[in-house]
């Protein structure tokens, strides 16, 4: 499965802007199954998708209006699984975080570094972080993680 992230647009079939009714017709069209954080209906909030092939997940928050304005993506638990998740041709959850920093820099963007560890790039309207708990590839000399496990693609960002 190849998940382009397209600043100032989206992830995969996923839009910033469309309703919420396209968006849940776009997750069914492709296997997946939705569920509401909280239980409940309508927007707004966020809504999980999971796709039965992988264990990546995207979650898609609302506005109330119904209007998807950000898009989340976890990154998938097994290390062979088959996802591509790619921002400008760079493999977001596979590249090594020092390397993939550099490259977006190199690039022309800014990336603010906060305490928190909550990587905003303003510009794009992306913050890429560690922020699960699930294991991940460590750097064995800093036990630091080595990738990113997590995106946020969304029309503004506050890091």
Do not use: C
């Amino acid at each position: 499965m190849d998940i382009e992230i397209t600043p100032h647009v989206g992830a995969s079939a996923f839009r910033l802007g469309m309703s919420f009714d396209e968006a849940m017709e776009t997750a069914r069209e492709r296997g997946a199954t939705v569920q509401h954080s909280p239980e409940g209906g309508r927007p707004p909030g966020k809504y999980v998708v999971n796709h039965p092939d992988v264990t990546l997940l995207f979650v898609l928050i609302f506005d109330a209006g119904e209007r998807l304005h950000s898009i989340e993506l976890w990154r998938f638990a097994n290390e062979d699984e088959d996802v591509n998740v790619s921002l400008d041709g760079l493999d977001v959850f596979r590249t090594p975080k020092k390397k993939l920093r550099r490259e977006i820099e190199r690039r022309g963007h800014t990336i603010d570094y906060n305490d928190s560890g909550f990587d905003g790039i303003d510009d794009l309207k992306i913050i890429l972080a560690n922020a699960s708990s699930q294991p991940i590839p460590t750097d064995p000399r800093t036990g630091f993680p080595l990738y990113f496990d997590y995106i946020l693609v969304a029309e503004k960002i506050t890091p």
